[in-house]
């Protein structure tokens, strides 16, 4: 009788520890997808396209306003945006650009590599351009 209320309690707390590793699992599964930047950006853009795209818009604009914009008069001239400046803000955006577009060149890139390294080891004739 023993024996078999020891067995029971046994098969009892492996069931009950079961249970909880099942219950962390999803609980860091959760934590891990709440925490995801890229996951709710995206969620964020897909639920709200239109207004995304419409602040996108609006915030290119008043940064293309500021970077071109000429100075008045002559009162303004340390008001303006200088070379350095300049310079500062052109290479953030091709930052910007260059994280944006990084997966389609590695798309493409990779996709030429296994054309190149798939067939019998030469270089695809390279397709004529469209405008010819």
Do not use: C
Not at 111 to 122: N, V
């Amino acid at each position: 009788m023993a024996d078999e209320t020891a067995a029971e309690r046994k098969s009892q707390l492996i069931n009950e520890l079961e249970r909880s590793r099942l219950g962390v699992a999803q609980g860091w599964r959760g934590a891990r997808k709440g925490a995801s930047l890229t996951g709710g950006l995206k969620r964020a853009v897909e639920r709200r396209k239109l207004a995304w795209l419409t602040g996108a818009a609006i915030g290119g604009l008043v940064l293309t306003r500021l970077l071109f914009r000429k100075v008045a008069a002559m009162h303004q001239v340390h008001a303006g945006i200088n070379q350095s400046q300049r310079a500062g803000i052109l290479l953030s955006i091709l930052g910007l650009l260059v994280t944006l577009f990084r997966p389609a060149v590695t798309n493409y890139l990779s996709r030429k590599i296994a054309d190149y390294t798939s067939g019998d080891g030469h270089i695809p004739a390279p397709r004529r351009p469209m405008w010819h």
